[in-house]
């Protein structure tokens, strides 16, 4: 069976790979430059900030068993820190047993083996489909055409699900906002800092700050410096767009002060996630199925990346492959 599966973020990826083993042909589309979705790792001149997820939880047996595989290969590693959380302006221990992994030197490695295996189409937008006697034709932003697939899978964010399926009972069955923005400022600073900060519950402006170089397989820039990586609250997000990353770095410094204390800043980076955090309002569809054509992705089954994994293999397992709906 020829299957051809929009966005490489985890859930298409996890799918592809799940399909190769089975035997079917797959063609992967990701509109940006590699796989990882919101497994996203910037490289510039200054470090390497975790921008998106900032590290995963396992804690459904069959993903447990897939982060212990990735962890005996090598591309993931347990995050071993002692969170803390902020409670009205004041820093304290957030004692918790949770286990946390990253992706060993970039949070997307745990996918790069996969980019090796298929028929991988990047940067490339997916904006029209059609189904002509059962057979899937796709075409993207410049009208170039890929045809003849037997399975369609879209793993986007709901909102950009939606827009491509149009009028298509199974757009139709998608919630509407099932997924909040996220504004991400990673900053290059040089201070002294208490060297068991390394993540952070936060409040008010900011709900997350993390110390990238903290994790397993990264390094600090430099003597007394550090890389941190902050996520702006929903209430802030919501008020911001990738064209106010001046305000967001403003914001973002006072904050930080008031964390880690007084601190040169060095560099910086801003990205605006727009589909990012599940929205704590809306159900979760759980995987979406209409004939020949499916929907998988984190947001189907409750979010973070144990959903876009188990959103992948329950319709990897299921007959939809097979000739029939689940």
């Given amino acids: 069976m020829r299957v051809a599966v929009v966005g490489a973020g985890v859930a298409g990826c996890v799918l592809s790979e799940h399909l190769l083993k089975q035997g079917h042909q797959v063609c992967l589309f990701e509109k940006s430059r590699g796989v990882g979705g919101r497994l996203n790792t910037k490289r510039l001149p200054w470090g390497a900030p975790d921008l998106g997820a900032q590290y995963f939880t396992a804690r459904s047996p069959r993903f447990a068993a897939q982060v212990e595989r990735w962890c005996h290969q090598g591309i993931a590693s347990r995050w071993k820190f002692q969170p803390h959380k902020l409670e009205n302006g004041q820093l304290r221990t957030s004692p918790d047993d949770t286990p946390r992994y990253v992706g060993s030197g970039k949070m997307h490695q745990v996918l790069l083996p996969l980019s090796e295996q298929l028929e991988f189409v990047t940067q490339t937008q997916i904006n029209q489909i059609a189904c002509t006697n059962g057979q899937w034709s796709l075409s993207d932003q410049h009208e170039n055409g890929w045809h003849g697939f037997d399975r369609l899978v879209l ?9 491509l399926l149009g009028e298509r009972a199974l757009g139709q069955a998608i919630p509407d906002a099932v997924l909040t923005p ?47 990586v902050l996520h702006a609250s929903d209430q802030l997000s919501e008020t911001l767009d990738k064209t106010q990353g001046e305000r967001l770095l403003d914001e973002g410094h006072r904050w930080l002060t008031q964390v880690i204390g007084n601190f040169e800043l060095l560099n910086h980076y801003v990205h605006y996630w727009r589909y990012a955090r599940q929205a704590v309002n809306i159900d979760a569809p759980g995987v979406l199925t209409d004939g020949s054509l499916a929907i998988i992705g984190d947001w189907t089954l409750g979010g973070k990346i144990q959903g876009a994994y188990e959103s992948a293999m329950c319709l990897g397992e299921s007959d939809f492959f097979n000739g029939g709906n689940r």
């Fill in 155 to 163: 793993a986007i964010p709901a909102a950009q699900a939606k827009v």
């Fill in 182 to 228: 996220c504004a991400a400022l990673a900053v290059h600073t040089k201070a002294l800092v208490d060297d068991t900060i390394q993540g952070v519950f936060g409040e008010g402006a900011f709900s997350w700050l993390g110390r990238v170089d903290s994790k397993p397989g990264r390094n600090a820039p430099g003597p007394q410096q550090q890389i941190w």
